[in-house]
């Protein structure tokens, strides 16, 4: 039997020089698995394309985005909301707004000390009883006085220290003493009394004073000056202390034990 004749080997095609040669899809090289024993024939190559999965995306439907939302309003009423109800203004804002508030404050707080404080109004003084003592040993008489003096400040309390006071007719002193202080200070009013020290019947006592001690109901002026040391308080606080003179006209109806008082007049001011 004759032997077939083979047809001669086709020689393989030459690989490309280099990888420019290979064409590219999708930015990757594609390989060539195999490739044509001759140029007529390209239809017949195979080629796999390997793309990364890093590259792959997936767009979303718009729907989704329109789910989501109503999701999230329905837990919470969404960001958006909760941004509208923070603060109006920003903390340096508030804290700006915070200084000047306590500057007005205090400058209020200086102004209300300087006029209610430094500069209190001046108490009435009114007097309530009059007593006249004799003494034998030396021969004069004491005048005990009981005074009441009314605050009229609403807002602080005056308490009133030590002072001095002096009796006079026509300019002639009758009896002089210490003002002793009061058991407490007074809001409202206080109450305190005084005991002046008659001097001495040597001569030279006014005879319508005599009269008066010796029983004359005829109507006898006098004058009582007092000097009083007042301090200022707002409730525990005390402040600066004052000078308080009080000059009282008072008319008299003879000097017997209970002086009636017929008139009186009484001013008060501070002289500090």
């Not at 960001?79 to 508030?94: D, I, L, T």
């Not at 007097?127 to 005990?144: G, N, Q």
């Not at 006098?222 to 409730?235: C, D, K, P």
Request: glycine residues 8%; proline residues 8%; charged residues 20%.
């Amino acid at each position: 039997m004759a032997e077939r004749a083979l047809p001669p080997a086709v020689p393989a095609s030459p690989e490309p020089a280099s990888s420019s040669a290979v064409s590219t899809a999708f930015g990757s090289p594609l390989e060539p698995i195999a490739a044509a024993s001759a140029p007529a024939t390209p239809a017949h190559d195979t080629y796999v394309v390997k793309v990364q999965k890093d590259q792959i995306y997936r767009v979303p439907p718009p729907e989704n985005a329109y789910l989501a939302e109503r999701y999230r309003n329905a837990r919470g009423g969404g960001g958006a909301k909760k941004k509208q109800e923070g603060p109006a203004c920003s903390p340096c804002v508030a804290r700006t707004l915070g200084a000047l508030l306590a500057t007005a404050v205090l400058l209020g707080a200086a102004v209300l000390i300087s006029l209610v404080v430094l500069r209190p109004g001046v108490p009435s003084f009114s007097v309530d009883r009059l007593t006249v003592r004799r003494e034998a040993r030396p021969p004069r008489a004491d005048y005990d006085f009981f005074l009441t003096a009314v605050n009229p400040n609403k807002m602080t309390a005056l308490w009133y220290r030590s002072g001095s006071a002096v009796l006079l007719h026509h300019g002639r002193m009758l009896a002089a003493g210490d003002v002793g202080q009061p058991a407490d200070g007074g809001e409202d009013s206080t109450d305190f009394s005084m005991v002046l020290r008659g001097k001495p019947h040597d001569g030279r006592t006014p005879k319508a004073v005599d009269k008066a001690l010796a029983g004359s109901r005829e109507h006898l002026a006098l004058e009582l000056s007092v000097q009083v040391t007042v301090q200022v308080h707002v409730g525990a606080l005390g402040f600066g202390q004052r000078r308080l003179v009080v000059r009282c006209d008072v008319g008299a109806a003879g000097l017997s034990k209970d002086v009636h008082i017929s008139s009186q007049s009484c001013k008060s001011s501070f002289i500090n």
